[in-house]
């Protein structure tokens, strides 16, 4: 049985697509989850995005929440930085309105690219790995 031209054409525009959403990167270039995402999230989103103060009903303690989104729809798309909302926010300056975090300093540009290059990767959390809002450190006496 053939394939008709525009099942082929399409077949292979997928199959070029998901090979530039998610590339092949040597370990060392790869983003690791637990010691770079995790507490940049924790530090710069979870202050508002937890579950006892849900900003735009949005809570990034744990993958399942995160991936659900908010009441903008999803925040992490994975392998797709430019259609994760999570990406955008954090890449406009402090002068816009919808930016994130809403500080003056607002993130590093290296902070930046390591959640694009997360996402692009394929936004790896381990499921069992949950986020701590900084309100919940625990700091040493003095």
């Known amino acids: 049985m053939k394939a008709s031209m525009p099942a082929v054409i399409l077949g292979l525009l997928s199959l070029v697509a998901c ?6 990167l040597p370990p060392d270039e790869a983003v690791d989850f637990l010691s770079e ?11 508002c995005h937890h579950r006892r103060y849900l900003c735009a009903g949005l809570n990034l303690e744990t993958k399942a929440l995160a991936m659900k989104g908010g009441r903008s729809g999803r925040v992490i798309i994975p392998g797709a930085p430019h259609q994760s909302l999570l990406y955008r926010v954090l890449k406009l300056g402090h002068e816009s309105p919808v930016a994130m975090p809403p500080t003056p300093e607002g993130v590093e540009l290296e902070e ?4 694009h290059d997360w996402i692009l990767q394929g936004a790896h959390w381990p499921a069992e790995v949950r986020l701590v809002p900084p309100q919940d450190w625990k700091h040493p006496r003095s």
Do not use: A, D, I, Y
């Open 19 to 24: 090979t530039q959403l998610q590339p092949g």
């Open 37 to 47: 995402v995790k507490p940049l999230l924790e530090s710069r989103c979870l202050e």
């Open 112 to 115: 930046v690219k390591l959640v």
